[in-house]
């Protein structure tokens, strides 16, 4: 083989493994998309502008921010999924809002498979005039937490518990629900609550 046919030879070698490299590239960037749900953001005397609320991840490294309505939702990708940390996050926040917020990381994997959950009987669901709540929690509850989770749930209401989240059927909405929500968040721990429409919205919108 004469070296011009071995140049080639290499050069398509390289141009291949080139591509092979872009591919891979791609595919780990698509993995590495993060939302953050943050608690009691723009509720009561707090404010923040789309600005404000996006320059501390911008700080912290990450890309391709952007924010879903004005209520904490928050979408970033990183390189090194180990940076999507919840305690990191929480402080760079608080150091830039002037208060603490609550923090609820999820990988674009998780929040898709959330957004197809069907928590509840298709004849629960149409019998009630409320929306499909999920909360998210910082840490999988217990069975024994599961247990006595059952306890304060009305009767009418429906609740169920799945990996780090938990589902909430309110028969007739959230207003005017006995649900102890405050009891609930000291058994389970932090948590900030969305209805399960807008967490499929979010995941359409920005699925890898």
């Not at 493994?17 to 953050?36: G, I, K, M």
């Not at 499909?132 to 929690?137: G, R, S």
């Not at 589902?167 to 649900?179: E, F, H, M, Q, R």
């Amino acid at each position: 083989m004469t070296a011009s046919l071995i140049a080639v030879a290499l050069d398509r070698v390289a141009r291949f493994a080139h591509r092979r490299e872009l591919v891979w590239q791609s595919r780990w960037v698509s993995e590495l998309r993060w939302f953050a749900f943050l608690r009691a953001i723009n509720t009561g005397n707090r404010r923040l502008t789309n600005e404000q609320l996006l320059d501390p991840f911008h700080r912290l490294g990450f890309v391709d921010v952007a924010a879903y309505q004005a209520a904490g939702n928050v979408t970033f990708r990183c390189v090194d999924p180990g940076a999507a940390d919840e305690d990191r996050i929480e402080l760079a926040l608080a150091d830039a809002y002037g208060f603490e917020v609550p923090t609820f990381v999820r990988s674009a994997g998780e929040v898709e498979a959330i957004a197809r959950e069907e928590p509840f009987a298709p004849a629960d669901v149409a019998a009630s005039a409320g929306k499909i709540q999920v909360t998210f929690l910082r840490e999988e509850p217990s069975p024994q937490q599961i247990d006595d989770l059952a306890a304060p749930v009305p009767p009418e209401d429906r609740v169920r518990v799945h990996g780090r989240e938990w589902y909430w059927l309110p028969v007739d909405g959230i207003s005017t629900s006995n649900l102890p929500v405050g009891r609930i968040e000291a058994l389970l721990g932090p948590m900030t609550m969305r209805t399960l429409g807008t967490v499929a919205r979010i995941s359409a919108k920005y699925s890898p």
